[in-house]
């Protein structure tokens, strides 16, 4: 470098530095959680089957992306946070009491201190999530846990979703109450989960206004089969289930038909994968052409569309 012409000109060496700094820093950081694009993302989820439904398709999203992305687990089927904060504490109490190594024989803090992880996300049980009382301490509680294993790791709530519009019963508004309809559970929930992040300081990913974008918008939302006969229905035979997000009806072992308006189908996995791609990544998943066979394109065309304007 000619150091005379740049004495002479100190506003061109400058801008020059400012150019070079500015290519550094984004290339050294590639996501929120200040990792490169190119470095893996440690990413643990202390949930239940609702944490396994969201992030069924993110390891295909996230590849596609370009994003290196590692995923530990510590999933109890139905858990609530009061059950898993019991468990934890179990182990603080006594390493060795069998009751805090719930996670295939190893507890919540072996399980976070193998390794650095950059994101943890803690959630509700779905049932409970309307409930704000039911939170209480323990979210805080395994918030303080993880940030005394992993100081530097960022803490995320997953906002779960409401039950499907023909659900037989919807989660806990209060002590023995529980919410009309698919509306009111969203709402209630919604506005749980959001209570508890700000009490803690932590994001959300609103997997909930992303289930409930698209079942609210009558271009997009699942209606219930109006000329299905239910009660005598004959194996194989389905109500039209067209844009449900749910895995609804089927039939059990024995052939008898059965409902789950609860759990994600592959459309809703799919859905909660794209949100979770768009908040860990900060990148839009518009562009992704990953989707599961079963959902169509147009369908996923306008899943990605939910995602993204809950995430902007």
Known sequence: MNSKLYQKQP????????ILGLFLSAS????????????????????????????????????????PLKIGRAELGGCSLQRHWEIAAAAEKDPQDPKGKAYGGKSLR???????????????????????????????????????????????????????????KFTQIADKQHAQNALEMWQKSRASYHTVANELGVELFPVGDAFWKVNSDPKTAYKPDPT?????????????????????YRYDKDKKLALDANHANEAGCYLGGLVWYAVLFD?????????????????????????????K
């Open 11 to 18: 506003g061109k060496l400058i801008f020059l530095i400012t």
């Open 28 to 67: 050294s950081f590639g996501s929120p959680w200040g990792k490169s694009n190119t470095d893996t993302l440690r990413l643990f989820l202390i949930g239940n089957s609702f944490s396994q439904n969201a992030t069924r398709y993110l390891p295909q999203l996230a590849a596609e992306g370009g994003h």
């Open 110 to 168: 072996e399980l976070l201190s193998e390794g650095t992880w950059d994101v943890v996300t803690i959630q509700q049980n779905s049932m409970n999530t309307g409930d704000v009382s039911t939170y209480r301490p323990y979210a805080k509680n395994l918030y303080e846990l993880i940030k005394s294993i992993q100081p530097n790791a960022r803490v995320v709530m997953q906002q779960t979703w409401p039950y499907r519009t023909d659900a037989k």
């Open 228 to 248: 299905f006969n239910f009660s005598e229905a004959q194996y194989p035979s389905l109500p039209d289930q067209t844009n449900s997000l749910h895995s609804g």
């Open 283 to 311: 990148e839009s998943p518009s562009k992704l052409k990953f989707r599961p066979d079963s959902v169509s394109e147009s369908f996923a065309g306008k899943l990605k569309k939910a995602a993204r304007k809950v995430t």
